[in-house]
């Protein structure tokens, strides 16, 4: 019994924060940052990009560590949860086969229903993120 790695790429608008919302399962309708599990003999940074392609179409450069945490929602997966900051480098915002809406949030207030405990917590520390984008 360890815990699985997931990874997720943190995408800013100005100061708009790319979500996805959750198209099925126990999450269906709640709001997260793109984010999956990395698969086995998989580079983090490699499912970083994977996951982003293939939940909002867009292919990114996988930027430095943004933030890690323990995530504890799921009594029955505890997971390592790894975000990145990440930029656009093509393709083409559409919702993916895990998700049914992409769309850009201002970053105050955020949705509601977002689908996991620790991106509330990411999406508050956003001083340090918008700063490193800023610098691009």
């Not at 815990?3 to 919302?21: K, M, S, T």
């Not at 992409?102 to 700063?131: C, G, H, M």
Request: charged share 25%; aromatic share 10%; with cysteine.
């Amino acid at each position: 019994r360890n815990p699985v790695v997931g990874v997720a790429v943190i995408l800013l608008e100005g100061e708009r924060v790319l979500l996805v919302r959750r198209a099925r399962g126990e999450y269906k309708g709640a709001w997260c940052i793109p984010c999956g599990y990395v698969e086995w003999e998989e580079d983090i940074r490699q499912a970083a990009y994977r996951e982003m392609l293939e939940e909002t179409g867009l292919e990114v450069d996988v930027g430095p560590v943004y933030a890690v945490h323990s995530n504890f929602h799921d009594p029955q997966s505890h997971s390592v949860g790894i975000w990145f900051n990440g930029r656009v480098r093509g393709g083409s915002l559409a919702p993916g086969d895990d998700v049914d809406a992409v769309e850009y949030f201002p970053l105050e207030p955020l949705p509601k229903n977002l689908a996991f405990p620790t991106d509330r917590e990411v999406l508050n520390s956003f001083t340090q993120l918008i700063e490193y984008n800023r610098t691009r």
